[in-house]
């Protein structure tokens, strides 16, 4: 600072402006004032408000200069599904505020949508402890620069240095702690940015982070790409994923209830079982048909244009048919007597894997089981978890599993062969380096894992002693067939049906669905026909002869 004409405004020496305005004097460490590159100094827009303020109401100086976040709508049960991490959390910050200690920084991260700031409000709402957010906008109500940003959090600092009650939120911290964010705004013309001002210093960030008098809450949508050196920074970083069935069933039933639609207890868990979307999906479509006084067809079809936009068009989860039946799998080890002993045992740490041939039943029945386990399944597709990236098939294999133990969860994977292949025929190295992650993974995991192949021959010889059981399945028996034929369509099968050796439970709801349009359903030598149709339309698959 240069300016000649400062200390004569001021009515101070030149020495003694040049003390109170440097780095490290109080004036310039609270925040309220900045010095840029080229000798400018700035003070912090938020001080105009103090310009309207009347003179009787100086004992609300806090409160006009810092913005407390408003109340979140989300419940502390809502994030069951990370409940250890929750409650962990918990205890630090509420240690952290008894003892004042200083330099606490947590990392709340995860997808957007999965309820990040409504999770830190209700965190300190539940810790009865005020919570101010940073830098959400500029004086003039519009988007802030990260040196404003920079310049909002050391004022809040300062001002709540001698508070042992209060938390700060700082939302989306790659604006902070990265490039990104600044020069996309450069790019749009809303100010003019040095590079060195849009990077910033990690000295400067370290210290910063390190010597915090108020713990702050960082929310991130994209936490890897933050600078390592600041991540370990964090005293604790909570991952938020997206949250079970069960979690999900009463998010829904809140929202629907908060928005005057009427629906059932089974409306609420069928969108949660259906729709695999966030907490941030659920309020916004809710609150829209709402408004336009819709029903849950509405929210419905609201789900369903966020979810292709966020998602493209990703199939819904499955379901086990409401009339499956174990007894209908043909396979080289009891089905039902396997479930029965694993319920009775209580195991959780176990894996499988079935092999057979398309619709004989691998999936539903590892539903099946989780359902008798009294476990939720997470679903997973080998083509949902394969990148273009090199490492990204890995990270979602890791992320696969890390939503299923905090689900607590059975995870079931489909298409196993693309993700644990023969190693000895790999090309690439990534096709090696993606079997060793799932194996690596399904060894440690606390909880079920199954996986799921139409051709077993292609899996990694090696991956057949991870797996606690392996199960081959065939097609129906002839007895299985007939009795396949009395579930589905309530009448006795003709004596056709007994030769008809690759049938499987998935030709029979097919088979159903078509005799019920073209109204033959009452016609058992019609619904033979489009059997017999299904079973010659099938390729010359290679009999399963197990493991």
């Known amino acids: 600072m240069n300016s000649p004409l400062l200390p004569h405004l001021l009515g101070l020496s030149a020495g003694a402006v040049h003390r109170r305005l440097a780095p490290d004097a109080p004036l310039m460490t609270s925040g309220l004032v900045s010095i840029d590159n080229d000798g400018d100094l700035t003070i912090i827009d938020r001080l105009t408000r103090l310009h309207w303020v009347p003179n009787e109401a100086g004992s609300e100086v806090q409160r006009l200069l810092l913005d407390e976040a408003s109340a979140g709508e989300l419940r502390w049960s809502d994030f069951d599904h990370v409940a250890g991490d929750r409650d962990h959390l918990e205890r630090i910050l509420s240690g952290a505020l008894r003892t004042g200690q200083q330099g606490v920084n947590v990392l709340v991260y995860g997808p957007p949508g999965t309820g990040k700031t409504e999770f830190c409000r209700t965190l300190a709402a539940r810790l009865q402890a005020p919570l101010y957010v940073v830098g959400e906008s500029d004086a003039a109500g519009d988007e802030p620069s990260r040196h404003e940003r920079i310049q909002e959090l050391r004022l809040a600092q300062g001002l709540l240095a001698g508070d042992r009650r209060s938390l700060l939120l700082f939302d989306e911290m790659e604006d902070l702690l990265s490039r990104q964010g600044e020069l996309l705004a450069a790019l749009l013309g809303s100010r003019r940015v040095s590079a060195r001002s849009a990077e910033g210093s990690k000295v400067f960030m370290n210290r910063l982070l390190e010597q915090t008098p108020v ?62 979307v966030t907490p941030g999906v659920a309020s916004g479509v809710t609150a829209a048909a709402g408004v336009g006084g819709g029903t849950v067809a509405d929210v419905r079809r609201g789900v369903r244009g966020l979810a292709r936009v966020l998602s493209g068009d990703a199939p819904p989860s499955q379901r086990t048919p409401d009339n499956y039946d174990p007894a209908l799998i043909r396979a080289d080890m009891d089905p039902v007597q396997l479930a029965d002993r694993l319920a009775a045992s209580g195991a959780r740490h176990f894996s499988m894997c079935l092999q057979g041939p398309p619709g004989t039943g691998k999936s539903a029945y590892a539903r099946y089981l989780a359902g008798r386990l009294g476990l939720e399944v997470v679903q997973k597709r080998a083509s949902d978890l394969m990148s273009m990236w090199v490492g990204g098939t890995e990270t979602n294999i890791a992320d696969a599993f890390a939503e299923a133990r905090d689900a607590e969860a059975f995870l079931v994977f489909d298409e196993a062969d693309s993700l644990l292949a023969d190693r000895r025929l790999a090309e690439r190295h990534w096709e090696v380096s993606q079997v060793n992650e799932m194996l690596t993974w399904m060894e440690s995991h606390p909880f079920p894992v199954a996986c799921t192949t139409n051709f077993g021959e292609r899996l990694d010889p090696a991956t057949l002693r991870r797996f606690t059981f392996k199960i081959a399945l065939d097609y129906l028996s002839s007895e299985q067939a007939r009795a396949a034929f009395r579930v589905y369509f309530g009448t006795e099968p003709p004596a056709e049906i007994a030769g008809l050796r690759t049938l499987t439970p998935g030709d029979f709801p097919v088979v159903l669905r078509r005799a019920e349009i073209l109204g033959c359903l009452r016609n058992p030598e019609a619904v033979t026909a489009m059997l017999r149709a299904e079973c010659e339309a099938k390729p010359r698959f290679l009999r399963s002869i197990g493991f």
């Open 215 to 276: 713990p702050i809450l960082w929310t991130s949508n994209a936490a890897r790409s933050t600078s390592p050196v600041l991540l370990r920074r964090m005293m604790f970083a909570l991952e938020l994923r997206q949250p079970p069935p069960k979690v999900r069933e009463r998010i829904w039933t809140r929202q629907l209830a908060q928005h005057g639609i009427k629906a059932s207890p089974e409306d609420a868990r069928a969108l949660a079982r259906e729709f695999d």
